[in-house]
């Protein structure tokens, strides 16, 4: 015979449950892109979002780390591990900007 389930109280809603795991696998923003997001006037739509979550996933299929994700008129860096967007940039900030420590891109 096994080990009993520990109780919980009513309402309560395990630890590991289906919302908990969810909302690990969905992309965050690091506390610096939050701020670059408001500096620029970047607003997300629903669309755009579910993309940068579509883009970081392609990038964690191919073996990225490190990942740029390039819109028309934006772009974001990720850690592709962690689904953490690290910093944000509006299409001004695009020009004359240089890359670094990326180990792949992906245009949406």
Do not use: Y
């Amino acid at each position: 015979m096994g080990t009993p389930l520990p109780s919980r109280p009513a309402g309560a809603r395990p630890a590991d449950g289906f919302d908990s795991v969810l909302r690990q696998e969905m992309v965050r923003f690091s506390k610096h892109a939050e701020e670059r997001l408001q500096r620029d006037g970047i607003h997300l739509t629903d669309r755009e979002q579910e993309q940068l979550q579509d883009g970081v996933d392609k990038a964690a299929a191919k073996g990225g780390r490190e990942a740029l994700l390039l819109f028309e008129d934006k772009a974001f860096i990720a850690n592709v591990r962690e689904k953490v967007i690290i910093t944000s940039m509006s299409r001004s900030r695009l020009r004359e900007n240089v890359f670094t420590q990326i180990d792949c891109a992906v245009l949406l």
